[in-house]
């Protein structure tokens, strides 16, 4: 996993190395930058990207919320981690979908939590769903599942780009799934907690999508009282988990 880390105190910002180095067994590869433009001109350089960026808020040769959006429109996966001297400037990451903000002096425990999120995060979007139609096999990033409805014997999985079928049992849907990303809402709804835009009364309201697009309405699906109330538990949980800003 690779990280860079933006700071012009590169000092100060290494103790987030340091940190992680000592106290965690998972690989990671840094990259230092002193300023915005050449974090930039280095990712349209090698045209790749990283998957955690820690930008200081204080940097005074670049605006760090700007920085930030220029990464989002270059990389949408990425987590993006500002790190300041104080909490001023917090309510201006709510545009770049942060996925934290750490004060300074950060503490071992507050970053260490900050990266095991980071780390459940990534192990969800790049987990997969396996499952066989009609003798194929297919393999499906499981962030890109919508939804899952099962009607009868056949299960539809409803996907960001198409629907596909399977014989799967709900039973052996959900042993497949990640349970941090996924809820049963229903007997025959499995929906991923990612695309979820409004929880009603006796429906739930997901993102629609045709052909990879997102329309401008949403889909409503109907949820059981059975399943409700752990519904709400777990994506209190996942939001919680997320910091989505």
Known sequence: ???????????????????????????????????????????????????????????????????????RAFDVEALIIFVSDDIKRMPDVFKVQAFDYLVKPISSACLLETMDRARNYFNAIHAYFEFSFNRKLVVLPMNEIVYIAKSGRVAYIHTTERIYKTYLTMAEIIAKLDKHLFARIHGSYVVNLNYIVEIAKNEIFVKQFEDGLQQENNLSLPMSRTFKEELKVSYATFLKARKSL
Request: with cysteine; charged share 20%.
């Open 1 to 71: 996993m690779k990280i860079a880390l933006c700071d012009n105190n590169q000092k100060e910002i290494g103790n987030i190395e340091k940190i992680i180095h000592l106290h965690t067994s998972q690989q990671y590869e840094f990259d230092f930058f002193s300023n915005g433009e050449k974090l930039i001109r280095h990712l349209n350089e090698i045209g790749t990207s990283y998957n955690i960026y820690f930008i200081s808020i204080e940097m005074t040769e670049t605006d760090s919320v700007a920085l930030a959006q220029q990464i």
